[in-house]
């Protein structure tokens, strides 16, 4: 296992979490479409994420069931978005039709 | 335990080797990590969905600042990299650079929670984003900062304490190149911290 945690590699990592950090700063300062943005976004902060727990975790070079106990936080999380989504939009909808109907009746 | 050992030895499949009893000790921290990370998780898509339903949320940019957390990511990045340097010195039974380098972990770690009390006493005296209310539009945005980077500041308190337990330990002699497991649990949980604030500086700072 050693063999796998050279000081270079470790660099390497560090470089591409530098350049990652220093893309996501270029990406996230212009103004444009906050859903692309946020997808761009979260895709490299997984990335990211993903080469911290492959290789300063040492996930790469371990068992299975770790790896598989380190994904379930994620795939519950995920999970989790999709299941809040339908309500989210039943609370946008309830609040505006009000609004609007108040708007109606004060003429 | 090591019948326990014994007995996993027996069911394991031909690609994987058994769990040995020094293993139990990182099996441990990976599972407390996995349920950290659902407590982070939810935090996170709870601040995911109270701002997509509100419709005065501030541009975190420029109520936060992006300079200083990108400062602080780096520093964090820096300080696992410091964290994985201290762990390979350690294997090789190397006592100086693995004290040498968990030393600088410390520091890391410290010098980023500094950075945050600076972050947060500037907000809260000069900018007047305040935990209920703020000038900036909705109210929940202040909450929610405050809740999230708090919960990530404890987790770093507790990794400098963690790891300065190592360090004091190390220079006793207590770890080498045949005991180093209680290096690689804490480096576990350090690296995880790094790892969240790579999300919370996306999530919170940067969309």
Known sequence: MAEHHSDTLYMKIFYYLLALTILEILVALPEYSLFVKAIILVGMALGKAALVALYFMHLRFERLTLGVIAFTPLVICVFLVFMLTPDLGSVVHKTTTPAKQTMEKKP | ?207
């Open chain 2, 1 to 207: 335990m090591s019948e326990a050992a014994a007995m996993h030895a027996g069911h394991a499949g031909a690609n994987e080797s058994p769990l040995t009893p020094e293993s139990w000790g990182k099996l441990g921290m990976w599972i407390f990590l996995a349920g950290d990370a659902m407590s982070f998780g939810t935090l996170l898509a709870a601040y995911g969905g109270v701002r997509y339903g509100t419709v005065d949320w501030p541009k975190p940019y420029d109520v936060l600042g992006i300079w200083l957390t990108a400062a602080m990511t780096l520093l964090l990045i820096v300080s696992s990299v410091w964290m994985v340097k201290g762990l390979a010195a350690i294997q090789r039974n190397d006592q100086a650079n693995f004290r040498k380098f968990i030393g600088l972990t410390v520091l890391g770690g410290f010098v980023f929670l500094l950075c945050q009390a600076y972050e947060w006493y500037k907000l809260i005296s000069h900018d007047g984003l305040g935990f209920v209310n703020n000038p900036y539009g909705a109210s929940l945005f202040g909450t929610t900062f405050y809740v999230i980077t708090g919960f990530h500041g404890m987790h770093v308190t507790g990794g400098v304490i963690y790891l300065l337990c190592i360090l004091l330990r190390g220079m006793t002699g207590a770890y080498s190149a045949d005991n180093y497991h209680a290096v690689e649990i804490a480096g576990l949980y350090w690296h995880f911290v790094d790892l969240v604030w790579i999300m919370v500086f996306t999530f919170v700072y940067l969309i």
